[in-house]
Structure formats: structure tokens, C-alpha cells
């Protein structure tokens, strides 16, 4: 499988773009895939040699002959020479060989773009934060949690365009999952061990000046300061942390993993780092240092997973001295935003975007009384009957009357998923206000390999777009049915509720 990723490396959004895309190059390189990054090569610097270490190929792009914009986005200036002249440049590189998945993670590339690309990649995903621009992808991702993540798209994909939204999917290296039954531990210190990490950038040197203050107010718990690889002031935060009795500096962090599980409160930027962060439980301080990063941390600081303070260059010295007293001081409050940050990111979304890519490409039509012998001999087979809520051999007169029935009703959508033209398998909705109940089961010769999360996931696409009004979906399973309990926790859904039944006499 050939992958590319058109990455933005520009030093004004530090290295959060490159380092989700590793992330997910890594996960797919260790599923067999080639991968080549394509950046510009004035923007690349020392990120080249990360790419390449890691196992993939890295390309400079060629400059434009003319570096003005005509784009007319909002953030055009990050791509000198504008949309036309980069997907010329990028097409050179791939010499008339498509790409199996082209992966575009850049904030000055819209739909325009991407059409350009389209005879050179058989599918496109496109990662995005900012919900400003139109897109001709197959797929969309944004791991953010932001007011409105679910619907902020909409009206800005293609509607065959399936969207991964929230920190469900958030591209997090591997050292960051966490087992759903991790305990959020953060310590009963009297004084809090604290974290200091700014991002790859740290445009503002907030990570110096965090560390001035921590002298100035004479903090008495520990500090591991971690410098990225693009921080401008290294030499200087060494001598500010010579003054700092029990500070450690990282430059740069070999496991930053490990550092924020031997830690119990953390300062830093509501960037990528958020949902690290929120994965190692860990209670946070933050100020945003970039355009794409506010709307992240007011969304967290309203679910309680950091204290968010704002803008950096708005909030003053003080206000920044009275979070760490208070949180540092404060076990109880710790241990509340670290409960409220791990519920909001698990570190296990490259597992699951990897698994919506390499996933089978399954259609979804309406099922026809023509298919009634096929799905009876699945529905008696007696692998299906075993989980079935009526596990008693149906007849096909039995069957076709069924069928009938259900095909006719309004509030049920009888479905038929199919590979490569090939049914394989039955799902249904029933409707009934804004909730729907479904079902699904495979042909039991073809049950494993993922096909069923396809199908599912197929079918949840194919209700969204003709009955909008749906907002929520729910299962019933049988207990001792591990298959189906798996394959709807894979596909998002949490159990809400235990559901008796009694025999009458």
C-alpha cells in the first residue's frame, strides 16, 4: 500500500501537523505501507531527519516561481505560490504513480486542491482542525474536542465523505493508549510534581518564563521542563533551571509518556499535547499560543479537563502564579480534572483510523423481497441462531411475510451490505423519534476479519445522510454474545443501560 502525506512543516504551527502524521505513518508502515511525506523544502529543517529515522521517505517540494498568493484562504500565506502550483509540484513527484491513500494535513489546501490530485491517488483523506474551507476527500478526521465537533462539516464535505470527529480519533503514538481499565492515580502529594511542555515551537518562550516564575514564587515540587526540537532558546533555559532546586530539562524528551505518568500537573498549550494529555489522565494548566488551539482548551476547560486561562500574550503573570499555587496545593482538584481529562481521550485512535482505512469497502442498499432465500439461510444458520433473540428455525412462507412486512414499514430500514457486489450481510433500523434500534448479522461463512465493524460503520453512514433527524442508535445484545459486545464497542457505542425480561406464567 503507497501512502502519502502532504504535510504543512511551516515553524509558525510548530511540529503538531508532523508529528500526528508519524503517529499514523507508523501504524500504517507497520501494516505493510510505504510511506512518503511531501513538504516544502524550505519548511522542512530538522523534521527531515525525524521522518527518516522513523522509516519513511521524505520529499521537498520544489518553490514556486512566484511565491504570491491567489488562493483567497484565510491562511494562504502558509503555502507561497498558492494551491495550483503545489499540487503541480506534488504531482511531479508522484511522476503519473497514484497513491492507494493520499493523506493531506495542511491548512492552506482546500477542495481545489485535492481535485487536482484526484487522478493521482485512488483515495484521499484530509486531517483538519479549523472547519473553515470546502474538501473533495473520501475521508475527513479532526480529533478535536470543540463546541459543535459533530456537525461542523456538514455542509463542508462531499456527502459520501465519511467523517472521524473528537479525540475518539485523536493520532497519538502508541506509548499513549490507555487500557479502559486504567486507574486515574495522580497522587496525594501535599505538592504537586509539575510538567512544563510548550509544544516543538514555543514561539512565545512561555516555557522560559513558566520557569522564571516557578523561581520568583519559589515552587517547592519537582519540574521536568521539556524543550522541543524547534525551541530557539535552549542555552537560556538551562541557566533559568540551574536556579530551580529539583528541575530536570528534556532537550528534547526521549519518552514524554513517561514523563507525564511521573507527574501529577502539567503546564503547556491546547494543542496535540491536549489529548496526551487527556490519555495519561493528567490535570493541565493552559494558555494558547495559536489561532487553532483556543477553541480547543475553552472546550476542555468546559468539561473540566484543564484550566484553561486564555490567550498567552492576554493573561499576566499573576493569573499564571495563581493556578499553580492553587492546583499544586490542591490534591482533590487535581484528581477531579484528571478524571474529567481521561474520559475525554483514550490514546487509541490511530487503531481505530487504521482500522476505518484498511477496512473493506462495503456498500449499503435496501434489502428486496428477491433476497429473502439468501438472508433465511443465514438467518437459520445455526451460528446465527445461537445470539438470536428467537433462536427457532424460521420457514420461508414465515420468512417472505416478515419481509413483506418490514420492507413496507416507514420506520424501518431493512439493509443489505455487500463487498464488491457480493451481500453479506443484514442490518436494520428501526426508527422511533430521534433514536434508532439496530441489528446487524453477517453471512456466517464470511463472520471475522472486521467485516462486520465495515458494515456497521457503512450502515451508521448510510443513516446519517437519509434520515439527518436520528441522533442516537442503540443495540441489544445477548449476554455471552463477546463478538457483538466487541464489534459495537469498536464502533463507538457504550453500554447505558441493562435491559430484564421475565417469562410470564
Known amino acids: 500500500m503507497r ?50 529515522q522513523e522509516g519513511h521517505r521524505v520529499t521537498g517540494l520544489a518553490a514556486p516561481e512566484d511565491s504570491s498568493n491567489r488562493d483567497g484562504l484565510t491562511h494562504s500565506d502558509f503555502l507561497p505560490g498558492g494551491q495550483a502550483w503545489d499540487a503541480w509540484a ?22 481545489r486542491w485535492q481535485r487536482a490530485m484526484r487522478d493521482h491517488a485512488r483515495r484521499i483523506l484530509v486531517i483538519d482542525d479549523l472547519a473553515d474551507r470546502h474538501h473533495d476527500c473520501d475521508l475527513l478526521l479532526d480529533q478535536n474536542h470543540v463546541a459543535g465537533f459533530e456537525s461542523r462539516y456538514d455542509a463542508l464535505v462531499p456527502k459520501y465523505c465519511k467523517c472521524l470527529l473528537g479525540p475518539r480519533y485523536a493520532l497519538l503514538r502508541p506509548e499513549f493508549e490507555r487500557g479502559e481499565a486504567a486507574v486515574v492515580a495522580v497522587g496525594d502529594e501535599s505538592h504537586a510534581r509539575l510538567l512544563i511542555m510548550f509544544g516543538g515551537a514555543d514561539p512565545q518562550n512561555l516555557t522560559l518564563k513558566t ?10 515540587g519537582g519540574v521536568d521542563v521539556v524543550a522541543g526540537p524547534l525551541h530557539a532558546d535552549t542555552e537560556g533555559l ?3 533551571i540551574a536556579r530551580l532546586p529539583g528541575s530536570v530539562l528534556h532537550a528534547p524528551a526521549q519518552n514524554v509518556s513517561a514523563l507525564m505518568r511521573g507527574v501529577n500537573l502539567a503546564i503547556g498549550s491546547p494543542g496535540v499535547s491536549s489529548w496526551e494529555r487527556c490519555a495519561m489522565a493528567l490535570p493541565s494548566i493552559t494558555l494558547s499560543q495559536a489561532f487553532n488551539q483556543e477553541a480547543i482548551g475553552l472546550a476542555l476547560g468546559e468539561a473540566g479537563a484543564t484550566l484553561y486561562l486564555g490567550r498567552a500574550e492576554d493573561v499576566p503573570a499573576l493569573m499564571v502564579e495563581a ?30 483510523v487504521v482500522a476505518r482505512l484498511l477496512a473493506p469497502e462495503v456498500t449499503i442498499r435496501k434489502a428486496r423481497i428477491e433476497d429473502a432465500t439468501l438472508l433465511l439461510s443465514w438467518r437459520n444458520d445455526s451460528r446465527t441462531r445461537r445470539f438470536s433473540h428467537r433462536d427457532r428455525e424460521l420457514e420461508l412462507d414465515e420468512h417472505l411475510e416478515w419481509m413483506e412486512r418490514t420492507i413496507a414499514r416507514s420506520d424501518t430500514d431493512l439493509l443489505i ?6 451481500p453479506v450481510g443484514c442490518l436494520r433500523f428501526d426508527r422511533q423519534g430521534e433514536r434508532a434500534l439496530v441489528s446487524i448479522y453477517l453471512d456466517p461463512d464470511r463472520q471475522g476479519g472486521g467485516l462486520g465493524l465495515s458494515a456497521l460503520n457503512a450502515a451508521l453512514g448510510w443513516l446519517s445522510h437519509t434520515n439527518p433527524t436520528i441522533r442516537f442508535t442503540d443495540a441489544d445484545v445477548r449476554a455471552g454474545n463477546d463478538v457483538s459486545h466487541g464489534l459495537f464497542t469498536a464502533a463507538g457505542y457504550r453500554l447505558a443501560h441493562a435491559r430484564y425480561e421475565r417469562m410470564q406464567d
Not at 492507494?100 to 495542511?106: A, E, R, W
Not at 520557569?211 to 517547592?220: N, P
Not at 451490505?417 to 457480493?422: E, F, K
Open 211 to 220: 520557569v522564571q516564575l516557578l523561581v520568583r514564587i519559589g515552587w517547592q
Open 417 to 422: 451490505a455487500s463487498l464488491d457486489g457480493v
Open 90 to 111: 506534488c504531482r511531479e513527484v508522484l511522476d503519473g504513480s497514484p497513491a492507494d491513500l493520499l493523506i493531506v494535513d495542511h491548512y492552506g489546501l482546500d477542495h
Open 323 to 352: 493556578a499553580l499555587v492553587t492546583l499544586g496545593s490542591n490534591p482533590s482538584a487535581r484528581k477531579a480534572m484528571a478524571r474529567a481529562a481521561a474520559a475525554i481521550c483514550d490514546g487509541g485512535g490511530v487503531k481505530r
Open 238 to 240: 538551562r541557566a533559568a
Open 3 to 52: 501512502v502519502v502525506f502532504r504535510v504543512d512543516a511551516n515553524g509558525r504551527m510548530g511540529t503538531g501537523h508532523v508529528m500526528r502524521c508519524l503517529a499514523l505513518g507508523g501504524a500504517l508502515r507497520a501494516r505493510g505501507a510505504d510511506c512518503h511525506f511531501l513538504m516544502r523544502a524550505d519548511g522542512i529543517g530538522g523534521i527531515a531527519g525525524q521522518i527518516g
